[in-house]
């Protein structure tokens, strides 16, 4: 079922008026040449135009959603918007519209770190089938289970090969569609093996070492960026709010001003704030292990 972010009409009556609107998706497609790839990577099933036709729709109608309501609170409350209602409508337009068009690459992020995450140990147990003698195809459809996206990924090339696709074709198109760098270089040499007639195991071997050493470094960059990193975090979330407020108390106490009562409760959420968009940022940049 085809997600579509921050949209007030329902999936299938935005399709159905991004049909009328094919040429203006036809138009706008034009300025995001990359967008048929990162459909196909995030497994949306549409047309460069028909998702950027989407795109407009629903940056049209919550451009008008967004005027109404604001002329609508103006008329209620006697006071002229109009100026408020454009400009407001024109941004809700625009972010909309920008972030329906990005949500794909979004989703491709998200399936490459899934892909990464059980890729070592997907290869390791394709190397140990292999080494044993077992076939290509049977390795690849004994991994198609317990690695997750990685298992997913395989199903897809043994239920083609099953099909009656070659195994060379069913390994090219995997390839394109796969979002992971490190999944489509494994992809890339397993088939070329195939094609010059080479071990596949001595491959695999390989790329296994490359993929364990690519890991190593990614964990050992992060250990020696948590460092600045912590003392950023220090430096604003206990030392600058503790001096600040200290400060804040001792300045108002010697002018004899009062510190509104809404001062503290806002320092307190903002850095609730900080601490939440903190720990999201650090864990967003921790390697898959």
Known sequence: MLVIPFSILPPKVVVSFSKTLKNIGEFLSAFF???HETL???EINLQPREYTAIAFVVAAFNMLGAAFFILLVGFMFDVNLMIAAIVAAFMVALASFVTIIYY???IVTKRMRELENQLIPATRQLLIEVKSG???????ASVSVDYGEVSKEFRKIVKKMN??????????EATVANPSPQFRKILWQISNALKVGSDVASVLEQLLGELTHERIDQIRKYGQELSPWTMIYMMAAVIVPSLGVTMLIVISSFMSVSIPSVVLPAIVLMLVGFQLFFMNFVASRRPMV
């Open 134 to 140: 077992v076939p290509l195809f049977n390795s690849m």
């Open 104 to 106: 794909p690459q979004i």
């Open 33 to 35: 040449p990359g967008l």
């Open 163 to 172: 099909s009656g696709v070659p195994e060379l074709d069913a390994l090219s």
């Open 40 to 42: 196909t990577q995030a």
